[in-house]
């Protein structure tokens, strides 16, 4: 008997973005617990491009760390199909499956560090990370929600605590997680003061931010607005030593990925969790509530053909993306 295939993105090695390749492989099937998606949207994020290039979670793909993680190439984890984020409609259901049922709509962050095939046309996920789709949003709207909504959730609440009337500082605030931890931050009754690009400014005013900041017109965070409760820091750097600069005594600083995520924390009285997110299904269901009251929408900056997959990892790796990129199969 023929084994069935699909069209998926892979990357033989790592290497650049032209490295990609759109191939015929086996349609994966869903085990005990699992369901066959078949995919509508598929978001990138910037961790696949990192990955894609030997750095990001290429050392995790295939289980331990590799030595030296998170600096080691990864190069044993190739060949790979990048991709984490899918939103689509369940295929086939596996034993055991009592979340989901064939035709329903579903998304989710699958798998998230190990290995997930994200960019194909079927994608096999654990029921326990996936949520049924908003019926107010596109597919292409659901999967930005996924990867980057989780990270923000996580990081505001989950790690950072955030209560009602606190000061929330949200850099890189126009991009896919940023832009997210602004309305998640107004929805929880925070005062939200938002870093952006000048073009983004308005952008951010528009989601709610009480108070807007110019981050190529700012010296130092501390002498441009009041001391806060918490910082969201996905940028790192010099940006990492300024958000501690901002922070109350008592505050947090929530680091996300990046080259200088690990470092150790310059003040005592700050704390300082690195949060790495990990795949939550009950959290979507909050995030999908939190949408259904019109709350939070994903921005999707541009959809493009799962074929250009290369195109799109170019894009995201500038920096420059507001809110999401998403293939479509």
């Known amino acids: 008997m023929r084994t069935a295939s699909m069209a998926a993105v892979v990357a033989p090695e790592p290497g ?15 085990g005990p617990g699992e369901v066959l998606i078949r ?7 910037p961790v696949d491009a990192k990955t894609r290039a030997g750095g990001g979670a290429a050392g995790l793909l295939d289980g331990a760390p590799h030595p030296g993680h998170p600096d080691a190439d990864g190069a044993d984890a190739f060949p790979w199909i990048p991709g984490w984020d899918v939103a689509g409609v369940v ?29 194909a046309e079927y994608v096999v ?25 989780l990270t923000a959730w996580q990081a505001l609440v989950d790690a ?4 009602v009337n606190q000061r929330l500082l949200v850099l890189a605030a126009a991009g896919g997680v940023g832009h997210l931890a602004v309305q998640i931050g107004v929805d929880l009754g925070a005062e939200v003061i938002a870093v952006g690009s000048p073009g983004n400014l308005e952008f951010l005013r528009d989601l709610g931010a009480s108070e807007v900041l110019d981050r190529t017109a700012i010296d130092d965070l501390a002498s441009a607005t009041a001391p806060v409760d918490l910082v969201l820091d996905g940028v790192g750097g010099d940006a990492r030593a300024q958000a501690f600069a901002v922070a109350k005594p008592g505050g947090v600083v929530a680091t996300l990925p990046s080259n200088s995520w690990a470092g150790p924390a310059p003040r005592d009285d700050v704390r300082a969790p690195q949060v790495f997110v990990v795949p939550d299904g009950l959290e979507l269901q909050l995030l999908t509530g939190t949408v259904e009251r019109g709350m939070l929408k994903p921005h999707v900056a541009d959809v493009l053909p799962l074929a250009e997959a290369a195109e799109a990892h170019r894009r995201i790796a500038s920096g420059t993306v507001r809110g999401k990129l998403v293939l479509r199969p």
């Open 125 to 149: 996920a654990p029921q326990s990370q996936l949520s049924r789709s908003p019926r107010s949003l596109s597919d292409e709207e659901t999967v930005a929600l996924a990867l980057p909504g």
């Open 39 to 45: 995919t509508t949207a598929i978001g990138v994020n």
């Open 91 to 119: 295929e086939e259901a596996g034993w055991g499956v009592v979340r989901f049922a064939p035709g329903d709509r579903v998304f989710g962050m699958v798998g998230f560090p190990r290995r997930a095939d994200g960019y």
């Open 16 to 30: 650049p973005p032209e490295v990609l390749e759109l191939r015929e492989v086996p349609r994966p099937v869903p």
């Open 160 to 163: 950072g605590g955030l209560e």
